[in-house]
Nanobody, 115 residues
Framework: QVRLVESGGGLVQPGGSLRLSCTAS????????MAWYRQAPGKQRDLVAT???????NYADSVKGRFTISRDNAKNTVYLQMNSLKPGDTAVYRC?????????WGRGTQVTVSS
């Protein structure tokens, strides 16, 4: 059974940094695309960043230059380094791993940016 567990969220002041991690267990395939999404209360879920199996990355305009996505294939882990955080970044962050047929989601980790 595939399981994704996120960690690294928390409360941070504006301008601060956090590093999120998402580790997949129970997988029997080499993940292709891995991604981070976020959803703020009352808003739709938005794509934050993606990384392919070859390491190509893509970012939402709102986080370009502040967030960096990376992955460790040996550990089946994807990371999201978040710098210069703003109150508008407050959301539940969830990771997604694309399998051969299905996509798998973590439950999410809360990120709150507030003074």
């Amino acid at each position: 059974q595939v399981r994704l567990v996120e960690s690294g969220g928390g409360l941070v002041q504006p301008g601060g940094s956090l590093r999120l991690s998402c580790t997949a267990s129970g997988i029997t395939f080499s993940p292709n695309a891995m991604a981070w999404y976020r959803q703020a209360p009352g808003k739709q879920r938005d794509l934050v960043a993606t990384i392919t199996g070859s390491g190509s990355t893509n970012y939402a305009d709102s986080v370009k230059g502040r967030f960096t996505i990376s992955r460790d294939n040996a550990k089946n882990t994807v990371y999201l380094q978040m710098n210069s955080l703003k109150p508008g970044d407050t959301a539940v962050y969830r990771c997604k791993v694309q399998g051969p047929i299905l996509a798998y989601w973590g439950r999410g980790t809360q990120v709150t940016v507030s003074s």
